[in-house]
């Protein structure tokens, strides 16, 4: 996110003085770091979280088409930085990986096929398919078949122009060009307040992780991109907005084998339907990644739990969040939600083998020693207020700013990355009204379907899809 809202102001408004701030000795440590999350170009072509079905067992297609605009604007952008030079060959942050779902038993069956229904004529889900023939599942996907049980109700759609990205190596190409341009990218150092002055100015209070060195820098403008420890520097700054607001941490593992005869039977990212009381960042997948040109399978997330709110983090973070405003919708989350509970402690109590039992309903012919456990990301789940609730555990990114727009932090999880640059550029229409206006020329230049919607527009969303696909060397 740091990283897309630098690369836009820097194209927008290049006289102006960016500088970053990372606490880590590098960018793209936690949630961006390949490793630590599941590489998904985020389109809504696999994930069933985005079609939720209805109680008259109908699929709303809203969601999951809106998710899909949103990533065609990161591929919009992306294709011109690679066209204009900005980042490097795009194998070495995406690459064409088919996004599948795969779910068992005639009630997931009957609505998989409920839900192709709704998508296959949507303009941004063209070329989505849909099987219950074990043969031609075979064909997408061979470890999922083999020796599956006879009898058993199955079915899969497949959309072969889905992605894998390389966040951690996107970050770094869009960091880098921005040190070329004259930002400024400190490691290092780790933010500890945010006040703002009497002239609207923000007093920034740092330290150095190196010599413990403190220091203080002013900013017009600041955007926390902090992960998980967005709320803490959030609430810190004394903004209103941030109040009713706190975050669940929910770790994860992933099984991963870089066996070259399993990797080579696999070019997919296939997800099913999550666990009761699963939160939906937790639905498993299988998935091949692409990560420094080297191609491996993971398998999960596994939930595992820690107070932390990054990897890098604090034990006392979810503790010493808590504020007397976001005490009860908290509460009320932890009340409202027991199988959430539930379904962490039997995370929490799978071994190895167990683990490898949970992706043998993928991948029947799974052997524990082929696989071995890998630690995945924190995601700080959102808690705030709800007037009918009075608190609600939620899925998704949300942007808290201040109001009079001098400051804005991210909070939340999954799709994020993948749609950085729709989430930053509403970021810069409510923090820089008085400049939108005169930037919308060069926002169309990179971002074509800026300000418009691709969906509705067949033909336009097929050449759009085309060009991007050319320009990043993906299967259309």
């Avoid at 990986?97 to 063209?126: C, I, N, S």
């Avoid at 997408?140 to 894998?164: H, I």
């Avoid at 609430?235 to 929910?250: D, L, M, N, T």
Wanted: charged residues 20%; proline residues 6%.
């Amino acid at each position: 996110m740091s990283a897309t809202l630098g690369t836009l102001i820097s194209e927008l408004q290049p006289d102006w003085k960016i500088v970053v701030y990372e606490r880590l000795h590098d960018v793209a440590l936690e949630s961006s770091n390949a490793w630590n999350n599941a590489g998904t170009g985020h389109a809504a072509l696999c994930e069933l979280n985005y079609t939720p079905e209805g109680p008259d067992g109908s699929v709303d297609p809203a969601k999951a088409i809106s998710i899909n605009e949103q990533f065609q604007q990161s591929r919009q952008l992306w294709s011109s930085l690679v066209d204009e030079g900005v980042l490097d060959a795009p194998s070495t942050f995406i690459n064409s990986t088919p996004h599948m779902t795969f779910v068992t038993g005639e009630k997931d069956v009957a609505f998989l096929k409920t839900r192709y229904e709704a998508l296959k004529d949507q303009p941004l889900f063209a070329g989505i398919e849909y099987s219950e023939d074990s043969r031609v599942i075979n064909t997408w996907a061979p470890l999922l078949m083999q020796k599956r049980r006879a009898g058993e109700p199955f079915a899969a759609t497949r959309v072969p122009a889905g992605t894998d990205v390389d966040f951690g190596a996107l970050t770094h190409q869009l960091f880098d060009n921005l040190e070329a341009r004259g930002a400024e990218v400190v490691t290092n150092r780790e933010v500890r307040t945010l006040k703002q002055q009497p002239d609207g100015t923000w007093l920034i209070k740092w330290r150095n992780s190196i010599g413990r060195t403190p220091g203080t820098t002013k900013a017009r403008f600041v955007f926390v991109g902090a992960g998980g420890w967005a709320i803490k520097l959030l609430q810190r700054s004394g903004i209103p907005e941030i109040k009713g607001y706190g975050v669940f941490p929910i770790g994860g593992q992933w099984l991963k084998t870089s066996n070259p005869a399993l990797v080579a039977q696999h070019k997919a990212k296939v997800y099913s339907q999550a666990s009761v009381g699963a939160p939906p960042m937790s639905v498993p997948h299988l998935d091949t990644r692409v990560v420094d040109g080297e191609t491996s399978l993971l398998f999960g997330p596994f939930a595992t739990f820690s107070p932390k709110f990054l990897k890098n983090g604090s034990m006392l973070d979810l503790f010493t969040q808590v504020r007397p405003h976001n005490l009860g919708p908290m509460l009320k989350v932890a009340i409202d939600n027991p199988s959430l509970i539930t379904y962490l402690v039997g995370e929490l109590l799978k071994n190895h083998e167990k683990k490898v039992d949970s992706l043998r309903t993928f991948m029947p012919t799974a052997k524990d020693e082929d696989w071995e456990l890998l630690n995945a990301g924190q995601r700080a789940q959102v808690m705030k207020k709800d007037p009918k609730k009075g608190g609600v555990l939620q899925f998704g990114t949300e942007v808290i700013t201040g109001a009079d727009g001098t400051i804005a932090g991210l909070l939340g999880a999954s799709p994020g990355a993948s749609t950085a640059v729709s989430i930053m550029l509403g970021l810069l229409k409510n923090c820089f009204p008085d400049h939108i206006d005169g930037w919308e020329p060069r926002l169309r230049e990179l971002i074509p379907s800026y300000g418009e919607t691709l969906n509705t527009r067949p033909e336009v969303a097929e050449e759009s899809l085309t060009e991007t696909a050319e320009t990043l060397a993906l299967t259309a």
